[in-house]
């Protein structure tokens, strides 16, 4: 009972700290990055606060993970490094014992992390999509402010509008200046409106005029209209089909087993297992020689992080690609993950045992 209260507490304490940290450091490269993107024009900056929070919520699994992985490997080494190590083992308590109060402490942080990565990560990486998406395909009247010559997405023409409303959709007293590869036209016109067709937009002008000049002859071409299209630039919203699989939920990745699907379905598995297997391999590295000042099991650790994240990725890319198998790669990446873990827990118990003998030999020898 004071055994697993200690561990207990021990690995408590430590994973609050290190979530503060790690939070703290990935939330604001995360800011940075998206007032970056904000700044060249990819997302809308009202939008910058919100895009922060989906972004974080498709990341907080694997902060999750990596926060209860250190929060392991330091709160075990410092009891290595202050011999309570070494009382427990002479109280007959083997390493593999740990495994016990660790899964106990962490189980609340990997249904926490099933949870996100299985459901929270496609609704978050949806809603971040349809924010970019909103932004990069909004009209180009909406890109203009009242008074303001405003250049259009494809960089081929120039808008001047007065807005009736604040939706973007009518407009009055429009001006556009449209420059293509052997023509340059001046259209204006008293009033205009967005009509979506298919998956288009056009402009539809009213009461207006239209000069154009052949840059080549330079022929001149003055007319007049009632009512006149212009493609506005961009396409409308795509179809649920062309969505990418990190925006489809897990039962939809279930029924629609093709490789992409399979792919990203492996991911969000693999994080959930990946997450359960570093419990093992942070008891198992967490071994340090209470006689050296160095943390070099910490730094050994994070390496091991590094590289089984890796993998991985690597495993969504294969299975994505047809290259291998959905269940093969689960067993074979995360199948040798949990193996060695075992090994090491195997090896760190029986390493004094070992060396004892070790020695016995020379000895004799």
Known sequence: ????????????????????????????????????????????????????????????????SLSMFVAIVVALGRMYRDSEMAIWFASGVSLARFVRPVLRTCWPVLVVIAALALFAWPWGSRNSVELRDRYQHRSDLARVTPGVFQTSADGHRVFFVERESADGINA???FILSREEMSESVTSARAGRLEIEGDQRFLVLERGQRSEVELKRG?????????????????????????????????????????????ELTWRLGLVLAAANLLLLGIGLSAANPRRASNWNLLFALLAFVVYYNFVSLTQAWVGSGRLGMGVALVGVHGSAFALALALLWWRDHSAVLNWRRRARRAVA
Do not use: C, W
């Open 1 to 64: 009972m004071l055994f697993d209260s200690t561990v207990r507490r021990e690995l408590a304490r430590g994973f609050g700290a290190t979530l503060v940290v790690i939070l703290t450091i990935m939330l604001t490269m995360l800011l940075i990055r998206t007032i970056g993107q904000a700044a060249s024009g990819a997302v809308s900056p009202q939008d910058v606060v919100l895009l922060l929070g989906y972004v974080a919520l498709g990341q907080l699994p694997t902060m999750l």
């Open 172 to 174: 009055r007293n429009v």
């Open 219 to 263: 022929e001149r071409t003055l007319s007049s209209f009632e009512g006149y299209r212009v493609l506005a630039g961009e396409r409308a919203a795509g179809s649920a089909e062309s969505r990418p699989p990190k925006t489809v939920d897990t039962i939809e990745l279930i029924r629609q087993p093709h490789a992409r699907h399979l792919g």
